[in-house]
């Protein structure tokens, strides 16, 4: 399968919307995806089947000083293990590079080892954990970062 990874519009919100109340059990709603569009530094990536179809989304967000956060990543249920999740993180590590930031961060529920083991195999590693931070239900998130060295020999 070919994919590809393009910006976001306002026109993607209910793609995103499906994949988000499928994948979440405390969705965003249109209007987060609508101010995560409107925001500087914050950017929102579809990845498209060979048709065009939205099967998974990025949201990364620049914090001006040293990291680039992946607040939102999801894959459609029918296209996980495919490569998406995977694509999607290589175009983030691209945008941190092109912003030369030295890290790339993430949280992730603590019981979603599927997402664990591919961020452990793009090289992230946890650095701590937020209890109770995800609602429904109650559980920790394992803060995850990767680093990169930008340093000239």
Known sequence: ??????????????????????????????GMFRSAL???????????????NIIGYAEL????????????????ANHR?????????KHAERQTSELIRPCLTLEVRASNLAAIRLYEKFGFRTEGSRPGYYLHPREDAEIMSKYYDYSVC
Not at 38 to 52: F, N, R, S
Not at 81 to 89: A, F, H, I, M
């Open 1 to 30: 399968m070919k994919i590809a990874i393009r910006q976001c519009s306002e026109a993607d919100i209910p793609a995103m919307l499906e994949i988000e109340c499928a994948s979440f059990p405390d969705p965003w709603t249109a």
């Open 38 to 52: 409107a925001q500087k530094g914050v950017h929102l990536y579809a990845a498209t089947d060979e048709l065009g």
């Open 61 to 76: 967000y620049d914090d001006g000083y040293d990291c680039v956060v992946i607040s939102n990543i999801a894959v459609a």
């Open 81 to 89: 293990r495919r490569g998406v999740g995977s694509e999607l993180l």
